[in-house]
């Protein structure tokens, strides 16, 4: 069979790529030049110039180096909606705050159910706390006792550390992975057991039940052993775990522990219970054994107990220590000056020196203590154990005081991985706001203006930038 092309369709077929072709050839037509136009744009130019350099210099009037507020806007419009306010804490807030804005931003997480942004935040946390607080000489070495308290980047009081490691344990816990988690909850009962100069008898008896837990889960009973002896000599109404229980049960109950400061230098730091609250039990109704069944859950720590303890003893306040030394060599100074001065022997010159050293000395421990602390967290920690016997069991939780039923709506947990179940329970909500509670804003202003935190305080932003969660 023939195909016969007409002229017409020949040309028809060919004339587009005709028709591109002369355009692609022809020239480029010159611009059009008006003068009057060209001067309207040049100055136009000039006044955007000059606008945006005007902006410049407002914003660095206002806000310093940064951040500014675009840029807080593109940081924090990528992150969860229910998180935004703690991540623009932890955005504008630099390394002085960032351990705090970490633990508050982790634990909002944690309730919220966003798991990955609450791992994330307690592990940028926990690597902080670790650069200070770990068992190496290099962190030791950073431990300086010639160091205003309210100056430095916060770690947290023993008591907050060790929360910081039971909350990511309790993620550990969640995801299943039982020798991580062991090892968080071991790290938190050290941590309770550090202060800055001074180390402490173990008592937290929620880590060494979680620890305890942690082994159980591995099939490591004998081990598990241990440390549930150590929670129950340490927490008298604590009781083993069943042999076959698979599911822990965590109530956390009323508000943790605040800071105040005392003393004629405000050197002392004190510690006081939180807002009252009614709730004091904590009841599990379940149905893990395959028919309803009621459980009281067993009080397992104080938060506001460790905070204002060291080792099972009552202390005064955590600064009284290094205050006390203060007030000591600051009367010794003085009395060795006035026998010195008065003194018609050759030893009073001597006497006298010594006398003005001990005085320079106390001046260089400058122990204003700090104030800054991590809100939200509970008071009463309890626990119960239950073994199930079908994937589908349910649960419910009831609170109750001295005056009878409680009546509250608070955050709850589920996770089925493994060998165990966790269900984890709050009575009251975290509300956090962007404010640190306890900031000194002008020990805060007058350590943005120095051009090391500024350059340091950059970093950790585009550090931030960086990270894809």
Not at 222 to 238: G, I, P, Q, V
Request: glycine residues 8%; aromatic residues 10%; contains cysteine.
């Amino acid at each position: 069979m023939r195909y016969f092309v007409t002229a017409a369709a020949l040309i028809a077929l060919l004339a587009p790529t005709a028709v591109a072709t002369a355009q692609d050839a022809a020239p480029a037509a010159a611009p059009v030049t008006d003068p009057a136009a060209a001067k309207a744009a040049e100055k136009a130019a000039r006044a955007a110039a000059k606008a945006e350099e005007k902006k410049q210099r407002e914003l660095r009037a206002k806000y310093g180096d940064g951040p500014y507020p675009d840029q807080i806007a593109a940081y924090v419009g990528a992150r969860p909606e229910k998180l935004r306010p703690l991540y623009q804490s932890l955005y504008t807030g630099g390394e002085r705050n960032a351990v705090l804005n970490f633990q508050r931003l982790g634990l909002a997480a944690f309730e919220a159910g966003l798991y990955k942004d609450a791992a994330w935040a307690f592990d940028q946390a926990l690597g902080r706390i670790e650069a200070v607080y770990a068992d190496n000489p290099q962190a030791a070495t950073a431990r300086s006792v010639f160091h205003n308290e309210a100056n430095k980047d916060y770690k947290g009081e023993p008591y907050e550390r060790a929360m910081a490691y039971y909350y990511r344990g309790l993620l550990y816990l969640q995801a299943g992975d039982y020798g991580n988690a062991h090892a968080a909850f071991k790290e938190a009962e050290r941590q309770d057991t550090l202060s800055d100069g001074e180390e402490f008898q173990a008592d937290f008896a929620m880590m060494n039940y979680l620890r305890g837990w942690s082994l159980h889960c591995q099939g490591r009973d004998t081990a598990a052993r241990e440390f549930f002896d150590l929670a129950t000599k340490n927490e008298k109404a604590l009781t083993l775990p069943g042999a076959g229980d698979n599911v822990l049960f965590i109530a956390e109950l009323g508000n943790g522990p605040v800071k105040a400061r005392d003393g004629a230098q405000a050197q002392k730091l004190l510690f006081q219970g939180g807002a009252d609250y009614p709730e004091t039990l904590a009841t599990i109704t379940h149905s893990a054994g395959g028919t309803p069944a009621t459980l009281a859950m067993l009080p397992a720590s104080s938060v506001t107990y460790q905070a204002t303890t060291r080792g099972g003893r009552a202390i005064d306040g955590l600064m009284n220590g290094k205050a006390n030394w203060k007030e000591g060599t600051d009367s010794l100074g003085t009395a060795l000056m006035t026998q010195g001065l008065t003194s018609t022997d050759a030893s009073g010159g001597y006497m006298a020196l010594a006398g003005l050293a001990f005085s320079m000395f106390s001046s260089a421990m400058k122990t204003r203590a700090d104030i800054r602390m991590w809100d939200g967290l509970p008071d009463r920690l309890m626990v119960a154990t239950a073994k199930a016997t079908a994937p589908d069991w349910t649960y419910s939780v009831a609170y109750a005081g001295e005056k009878g039923p409680v009546e509250l709506t608070g955050q709850t947990m589920r996770a089925d991985p493994k060998a165990c179940s966790i269900v984890w329970m709050r009575s009251r909500p975290v509300a956090y706001g962007k404010t640190i509670v306890g900031e000194d804003d002008g020990v805060a202003a007058s350590q943005a203006r120095k051009k090391p935190v500024i350059d340091k305080n950059r970093a950790f932003r585009t550090a931030l930038e960086g990270q894809v969660l």
